[in-house]
């Protein structure tokens, strides 16, 4: 039998984008810097997974997230370079959806 190889990079951005809400989250985020409960609103998934999911993007270079002294506190996400490099992906995967699901 034929053993494949796979690219661990490939399988480690596989990984990362394919858990739950992780895309659909970076598709949010490419609008621009937005609140927590601005991303909560707008997709179907509990703050306590959506904080999960933020601290391991965050954690991968992928969001940022910018606390600023206010009162009350304001807390902004936003794509990095490294997540927004992930538009073109996200965009086709969006294309193909609307061709065929």
Known sequence: MNETTLCPRLAKAMDLIGKRWTGLILYQLLDGPQRFNEIESALPVSGR???E???ELEKEGLVERKV???VPVRVEY???DKGR???GAI???ETWASSWL
């Open 49 to 51: 997974l959506l904080s």
């Open 85 to 87: 490099a992930l538009e």
């Open 78 to 80: 936003s794509l990095t």
């Open 53 to 55: 999911r933020l601290k």
């Open 91 to 93: 965009r086709n995967i």
């Open 68 to 70: 600023y002294s206010e």
